[in-house]
């Protein structure tokens, strides 16, 4: 299993125990453990508490899965640059790959994913960069208004139908 | 009787018996707070004797998912300038089966106190503790009063 379907599992699980609370909640409050957080709270503030905590756990889940493609991508990137380094005989092409794969951590992501434009459709290309949009509006704080809706699952859906349409082993 | 059909009454009788029965929670939680309140006022007799604390009956009307809207009493306690309110906050509550708050009038500090069960009593919530809840009792409620006033 790859790592980034091991953490869309996790993911999985945890949505799971937060549906199995939220029963529990709504069935009888008072099973819950004398040492929970939120002893003592009415359970309908408990629910909003829970729900508020779902949706900022879903926002890490999304930045999870997008590190995880990140990595994913830039090694094959580099494999592939490797590949091309080998097989160039001209010093030239063969220093300005080398440069290229002195800094792969400086690479603007989004010029990555543009690359793969040759192998995956433009428009699951725009996608991907929205949900890194996203992903970037989640890690820097929500300080700004949020770019706009998306959920754990169509994420892992578009990450993993990228790297299908690229090719690469999920 | 085919086997169908009886194991669908089966089924359906089980459904039956494991449906929560709001209105009887909510009777009983109202009963619990009246069977409370009547136990604090035993706890403070001689103090209400002596016209020390005196005792304001009063109604709070509480709304709660699956309990729906419903008035429950509540006490004031009037002592040395001060008004101390005993006030139901909801029966369904994380923990516990019923909450109230003890909580100055003047000050705003409150005090939570738990409903645990039938069989555990009441108990208090201390600020920085999460496990081993002091019980309730007439000595510890008077402590709470104590330093509710102070």
Known sequence: ?170 | MSELSEYLKEKEQEQVNQEVHWNKVRDEWIQTVGNFLVLIKSWLADEIQDGLIQIEECTEVIDEEHLGSYSVSSLKLHAIGKVLSLRPVGRLIIGAQGRVDLESQSSGERIILLYLSAEEGWVYLPNNERVNYPKLSQSVFKELIKGLLS
């Open chain 1, 1 to 170: 299993m790859s790592q980034l379907q091991e953490a869309y599992n996790w993911h999985l699980i945890a949505k799971e125990n937060h549906k199995t609370i939220l029963r529990i909640l709504d069935k009888d409050p008072s099973l819950f453990p004398g040492d929970a957080i939120y002893i003592g709270y009415p359970a309908a503030h408990a629910k909003e508490m829970l729900l508020t905590a779902f949706q900022e756990y879903q926002d890490l889940s999304i930045i999870s899965f997008v590190s995880i493609f990140e990595r994913i991508v830039l090694d094959n990137l580099l494999t592939v640059a490797s590949n091309c380094k080998a097989g160039e005989q001209d010093a030239f092409s063969r220093a300005t790959v080398e440069y290229a794969l002195r800094n792969p951590e400086r690479w603007h992501f989004n010029d990555i994913l543009d690359l793969y434009k040759t192998l995956v459709p433009a428009a699951l290309v725009g996608e991907i960069k929205q949900i890194y949009q996203y992903r970037n509006w989640v890690a820097h704080g929500k300080n700004s208004p949020k770019p706009y809706s998306i959920d754990p699952k169509s994420v892992y859906q578009r990450l993993a139908e990228f790297l299908n349409e690229a090719d690469i082993a999920l």
